[in-house]
């Protein structure tokens, strides 16, 4: 693969057409030595990415991004999968003066109150954390699954990154939530307990709700903002219904 990064799209899906999780991941580490990045926000796809490219000892390199607001039960499952592997996992983190910023003028919850708030708070807690993890990078992998959106089942298995200038590679694009679930029993990989809890889609803990029966894979995303403003991410006040998510339980929460 000598052509441009860009042009190498096409082909990087026809190679990887009918390979497995690990010989996927072994194409990249060999063919961008250095170069490939796993991103783990250590929910039921990514650990099992991380435990196919630590069994096979794979030179791709794992980070997670450490927003501040994460879960109990995901720095839990980052520990044991620290414990279970004995592999590092980098860490990338907001900037302490830009959160400190934010902080001091909106006050801690601030996300709840627009949409362009909440935008504010993913840009600093995650999209510039994520660009300096990327930066230099040829290739970033990631635990996303066609099931999990209408919208991601126009994805492809392999696709150009514009906004990051890198290819970005799906591994288990065509496995479903069972399949994940039950290679992870077998072969034990340490699932995060918020699975059990009806969490699929696991980020922020006052960002993320469980689900009910039936719902989208990504209901549990910022519940609380207008569906077709978070579909579209238009920077319009988020329809809060005179729910304050700060004391009121929602749905899913027991």
């Known amino acids: ?20 999780v690990p010989e996927t991941l072994t194409l990249l580490a ?23 490219i630590f069994e096979h000892g794979l030179p791709i390199r794992v980070f997670t991004l450490d927003t501040g607001r994460n879960f109990q039960e995901t720095y839990a499952t980052w520990n044991k999968t620290l414990l279970r592997y004995g592999r590092p996992i980098e860490v990338f983190a907001p900037q302490a003066a830009s959160l400190e910023a934010l902080v001091t003028q909106k006050g801690p919850n601030s996300f709840y109150e627009s949409l362009d708030n909440r935008k504010e708070c993913c840009h600093l807690r995650k999209v510039e954390p994520l660009a300096r993890a990327l930066a230099g990078q040829q290739v970033w ?14 994805m ?23 399949q994940c679930l039950a290679y992870a ?8 307990p918020l699975h059990q809890k ?22 549990g995303r910022w519940w609380w903002e207008n569906a077709a403003a978070k579909e579209c991410g238009l920077h319009d006040t988020a329809e809060r219904q ?9 749905p899913g929460q027991g």
């Not at 009806?198 to 689900?211: D, L, N, Q």
Request: charged share 25%; with cysteine; proline share 6%.
């Open 156 to 178: 492809h298995r392999a696709e150009w990154d514009a906004g990051h200038r890198l290819l970005k590679v799906h591994p288990l694009f065509d496995w479903t939530w069972a």
């Open 30 to 52: 060999d063919h961008f030595p250095g170069r490939a990045s796993f991103s783990t926000s250590f929910g039921l796809e990514d650990q099992l990415i991380t435990h196919f």
């Open 1 to 20: 693969m000598d052509a441009p990064l860009e042009a190498q799209v096409d082909d990087l899906r026809r190679y990887l057409r009918g390979h497995s």
């Open 141 to 154: 992998v990631t635990g996303i699954r066609a099931e999990q959106s209408q919208n991601r089942q126009h």
């Open 242 to 250: 005179g729910l304050d998510p700060v004391v009121e339980r929602m």
């Open 198 to 219: 009806g969490f699929v889609s696991i980020g922020c803990a006052p960002c993320t709700r469980a689900i009910a029966p039936g719902e989208d894979f990504r209901a």
């Open 185 to 192: 029993q077998e072969h034990g990989v340490p699932v995060n």
